[in-house]
């Protein structure tokens, strides 16, 4: 089983500022298949990156993500009052052995 | 639009079934793969199983393999999660999600359902 494990747990930032989450992976994640996901309280994750890089549908360009191997990080170039929430990163390069990280809660 | 509606959660005890239904509109659903994801109110997620578009490939996580099994019907749209020998450690809120393609080797989930809670206890 791959292991995630995010960092930091929690970022407290204003907004306006840049956040920067990092994703790391207990082995190499094949073909960079790693994804981000937002969850708000009370509501279902939705999808932000796939493929370690690319935007999803409707996904604003202040999102990005990055990295490849073990590594990745999604950044949030300037934080909107809406982008507080816990964000989740997620391997599907394990083929049926998809996991998640612990997820990186974004506060004010 | 696409829309995930979850249904069949609910209490239960240790040892006993329980059947999650998922009803999907807005996409052509017999052309996704779909998932079940689940998730302990205030801690992280956990993938639970996948179908193909096809029902040819499917797959389990380890603690629920053999107990729990994945269907669908594609002429009415439903996905099915058939949990038997539930046990405490399962109590969690069941998402269903849509895979973005045919295969469940693209495993990651663009369009989730507001879910739909399970809890084993005696």
């Known amino acids: 089983e791959i292991v995630l494990t995010q960092s930091p747990g929690t970022l407290s930032l204003s907004p306006g500022e840049r956040a920067t989450l990092s994703c790391r992976a207990s082995q190499t994640i094949s073909s960079n298949y790693l994804a981000w996901y937002q969850q708000k309280p009370g509501q279902a994750p939705r999808l932000l990156i796939y493929?370690?890089?690319s935007r999803a549908t409707g996904i604003p360009d202040r999102f990005s993500g990055s990295g490849s191997g073990t590594d990745f990080t999604l950044t949030i170039s300037s934080l909107e009052p809406e982008d507080f929430a816990v964000y989740f990163c997620?391997?599907?390069?394990?083929?049926?052995?998809?996991?998640f990280g612990q997820g990186t809660k974004v506060e004010i | 639009e696409v829309q995930l509606v979850e249904s069949g959660g609910g209490w239960v005890q240790p040892g006993r079934s329980l059947r999650l239904s998922c009803s999907a509109s807005g996409f052509t659903f017999g052309s996704y793969a779909m998932h079940w994801v689940r998730q302990v109110p205030g801690k992280g997620l956990e993938w639970v199983s996948s179908i193909s578009w096809d029902s040819g490939g499917m797959g389990y996580m380890d603690s629920v393999r053999g107990r729990f099994t994945i269907s669908r019907d594609n002429a009415k749209n439903s996905l099915y999660l058939q949990m038997n020998s539930l046990r405490p450690e399962d109590t969690a809120l069941y998402y269903c999600?849509?895979?973005?393609?045919?295969?469940?080797?693209?495993?990651?989930?663009?369009?989730w359902g507001r879910g739909t809670l399970v809890t084993v206890s005696s």
């Open positions: 997620q391997q599907y390069g394990n083929y049926l052995m998809y996991t």
């Open positions: 493929g370690a890089s």
């Open positions: 999600a849509r895979g973005p393609g045919l295969a469940v080797a693209k495993g990651y989930f663009d369009f």
